[in-house]
């Protein structure tokens, strides 16, 4: 099976109003059509959660196959990357809160806010760290907080 995004923006998916995807199954041999492929399209608003950033609700990406998200198997065999130029600035903030994630919440949306009104500054990323990644990572943490439970954002 190939996966292909068509007329790709060369940016983020979620800027676009429809993503359009042509999925191709190939016999045995990896070369013979096997039947018509299929196009799926899916609104780009689909792979993130508006406000929010990242949605993991939809795990299976309406019906994209082997794109699943986070908590989903999916086997990539081949893949081509963009590669953008690096910013000519950038700084990294981590941020980590101890206790229930309900009370992290407040904050992550006031920066979310903060970004936004700042079009200038882009967010690359924001991302929630478990414990257990953070145990595969070996990080380790800057606080003298607590112990209890942690979320990295």
Same mark, same amino acid.
């Given at each position: 099976m190939e996966v292909e995004r068509l007329d790709h923006n060369l940016?983020?998916?979620?800027?676009? %109003?429809?993503? !359009?995807?042509r999925i191709s199954r190939f016999e045995l041999d990896g070369k013979t059509l096997h039947g018509t492929p299929e196009i799926l399209t899916i609104p780009g608003s689909a792979f993130r959660k508006e406000g929010l950033g990242k949605d993991v609700t939809d795990k299976f990406l309406s019906g994209l196959p082997g794109i699943q998200k986070e908590g989903c198997d999916g086997i990539i065999t081949s893949a081509r990357f963009i590669l953008h130029r690096a910013h000519t600035h950038t700084r990294t903030v981590c941020l980590e809160f101890f206790g229930q994630v309900r009370e992290?919440? +407040? %904050?992550?949306?006031?920066?979310? !806010?903060?970004?936004?009104?700042?079009? *200038?500054?882009?967010?690359?990323?924001?991302?929630?760290?478990?414990? #257990? @990644?953070?145990? *595969? /990572?070996? @990080?380790?943490?800057?606080? /003298?907080?607590?112990?209890? +439970? #942690?979320?990295?954002?």
């Open positions: 940016g983020k998916i979620h800027d676009v %109003a429809i993503t !359009s995807f992290a919440v +407040p %904050a992550i949306v006031e920066i979310k !806010s903060y970004l936004e009104s700042h079009p *200038a500054a882009l967010l690359a990323g924001l991302e929630h760290l478990d414990e #257990r @990644y953070l145990k *595969a /990572v070996g @990080y380790a943490t800057k606080s /003298v907080a607590a112990p209890g +439970p #942690r979320w990295c954002w």
